[in-house]
């Protein structure tokens, strides 16, 4: 696991996201899960993975806030070209 933080999110954002990315925050959580995925943390503290799901399916770029001690999953869309080749090319140097 990428975080030793217990992963949360709001019923309402995961609809959402869903209806906007077709992306359910369980496929996100397991981007986060995923040992091989990248975690970019910005500098407001903010935390982006990006990743493949269990499935192998699908590369995705998943957005979390820290708050009360857990981590909240925000949002969750297909990664771009340019986060998918950063992606592996993270991958095959080994990076994280």
Request: hydrophobic share 45%; proline share 0%; aromatic share 10%.
């Amino acid at each position: 696991m990428l975080t030793d933080k217990v992963i949360a999110w709001l019923q309402e954002d995961e609809r959402k996201n869903i209806i906007v990315n077709g992306i359910t925050f369980l496929q996100a959580k397991e981007v986060i899960e995923n040992q091989a995925s990248v975690q970019i943390r910005n500098l407001h503290g903010d935390f982006a993975y990006i990743g493949l799901t269990d499935d192998l399916m699908k590369i995705i770029y998943v957005y979390c806030i820290e708050e009360d001690g857990f981590r909240r999953i925000k949002r969750a869309r297909l990664a771009s070209n340019i986060e998918a080749a950063a992606f592996f090319a993270a991958l095959a140097k080994g990076e994280k």
